[in-house]
């Protein structure tokens, strides 16, 4: 089955900065790659995703990039802004079967 | 916009108890997700339906766990006998149709078994 590894599982930035978050998977039949953000006492909210026919999107600061070849995707947000932080997680997927990483912390101190 | 209630928020519970957790979708959707929170394990797909039928139930970690859903508005998950290592979030989500790809969570059930 699928293994998503989500690195790093922390990260602290100052406001402004960018912060990047990098995931691999194992399945190359994976073709569907979202990130989600997920607040204290909530549950996790889709913030951009890829298909694996497009190697780049982005939407206003946040942007993912994706890797076929390596089966590397990675998360980049620029001027990051104290309500940035909460715990970042990405997830590969192959027909409704959809493995999560573990999950990044991030912190944006203003 | 799509949505789901879940509840309850929080339960806590001794061992040996019967836990029934549920979920209502309040917008269109052909799926239907129940998925488990741990600090160690991290987010895992437990079971989910297609058209309120159960496709792929490999993630229920043990015969305690079962799931159903008896129309499109309504799931349950329940664990009988819930033991202090069913304690998690447990998170149920919608998805309307196989490709759009966006699931959308609930806020989810804490549970806690003592």
């Known amino acids: 089955g699928e293994n998503v590894e989500q690195h790093p599982s922390t990260l602290s930035v100052q406001e402004g900065d960018s912060a990047v978050i990098k995931c691999t998977y194992s399945?190359?039949?994976?073709?569907?790659f979202p990130w989600y953000k997920q607040e204290l006492g909530k549950g996790p909210q889709l913030i951009i995703d890829?298909?694996?026919?497009?190697g780049e999107k982005k939407d206003q600061r946040i942007a993912v990039t994706l890797n076929k070849t390596a089966k590397h995707f990675s998360l980049h947000i620029t001027e990051t802004q104290p309500e940035d932080s909460a715990v970042y997680f990405c997830?590969?997927?192959?027909?409704?079967?959809?493995?999560f990483g573990a999950g990044t912390r991030l912190t944006v101190k203003p | 916009d799509a949505g789901v209630i879940q509840s309850p928020r929080h339960e806590v519970t001794e061992m040996g108890q019967e836990v029934t957790l549920r979920c209502k979708p309040i917008?269109?959707?052909?799926?239907l997700f129940w998925y488990r929170q741990t600090m160690m394990r991290g987010l895992e797909l437990l079971i989910y339906?297609?058209?309120?039928?159960?496709?792929?139930d490999s993630g229920m970690p043990e015969d305690r766990f079962s799931a159903k859903m008896p129309n499109a508005s309504f799931s349950t998950l329940k664990i009988q006998p819930s033991e202090p290592r069913d304690s998690a979030v447990y998170f149920c989500?919608?998805?309307?149709?196989?490709?759009?790809?966006?699931?959308?969570f609930g806020e989810g059930s804490r549970l806690t078994v003592l």
């Open positions: 989500a919608i998805r309307r149709a196989r490709n759009t790809g966006e699931l959308f």
């Open positions: 399945d190359s039949a994976s073709n569907y």
């Open positions: 890829i298909r694996s026919n497009v």
């Open positions: 997830a590969a997927e192959d027909n409704n079967d959809m493995r």
């Open positions: 917008s269109g959707h052909d799926y």
């Open positions: 339906f297609n058209n309120n039928v159960p496709i792929d």
